[in-house]
């Protein structure tokens, strides 16, 4: 019987990643704190081992079908929740400089306690909405790509991502089934906030049933410094 070492090697493998053994332990090591955790927080409904790693870790690392993570120099993961992409593509690409933003304290001490562990250096949380730190000059288009993964509606997350990455940067959205969808009812809102769409990929998990829908969207202008809006409003308001 494989040992949960083998398999997650053999789970990456099967999409072309290759783990170095520090790389494994921290894996290894982030799906034990997350389940401790899950037990006194709800952070997944997702915890056999297995589930985790596909679902989770591969997942998050498939963004290398649109993007060469490291290149992509300073990487923001809005809405990260447990850690997801952004924990993942920092084990995998140690070199990208990682900030996690999340809306729930308890959330981010979690991920300040899982980077103190794994001995992750080059990230940081920050605690807050994307409304409110999209409009701060230290964040307001300083990235090179930003990620969101099982966040929001594409109108709204456009509004949540796109004010963070600087001209020629990407940003990229993990969508689950409904991609081309979401795609026409968010078109316009990435075109207002100075994005066009220049990649669509709709692919199954390597190893397992689920669907994943990548949307690349590359900063082609400015977003209007009216954007985003106030706290709440791009969810219940999106443009259109």
Known sequence: MRNQGDYIRDAFGKASLHLSERQMEQFLFYYEMLIAKNRVMNLTAIVGFEEVVLKHFLDSLMLCRVVTPCLAGKLIDVGTGAGFPGIPLKIMYPELEVVLLDSL???????????????????????????????????????????????????????????????????????????????????????VLGGKIVEREEFLIPGSDLFRGLLKVEKVEKTPLKYPRKAGIPGKEPIC
């Open 105 to 191: 304290n308890k959330r981010v001490r979690f991920l300040d306690e899982v980077i103190e562990e794994l001995g992750l250096e080059k990230i940081r949380t920050i605690h807050g909405r994307a409304e409110d730190f999209a409009r701060k000059e230290e964040y307001r288009e300083e990235f090179d790509l930003c990620v969101s993964r099982a966040v929001a509606n594409l109108a709204s997350l456009a509004e949540y991502c796109i004010p963070f990455v600087r001209l020629g940067g990407s940003f990229v959205a993990y969508k689950g089934g409904k991609v081309v969808e979401e795609l026409k009812m968010g078109e316009r809102a990435i075109e």
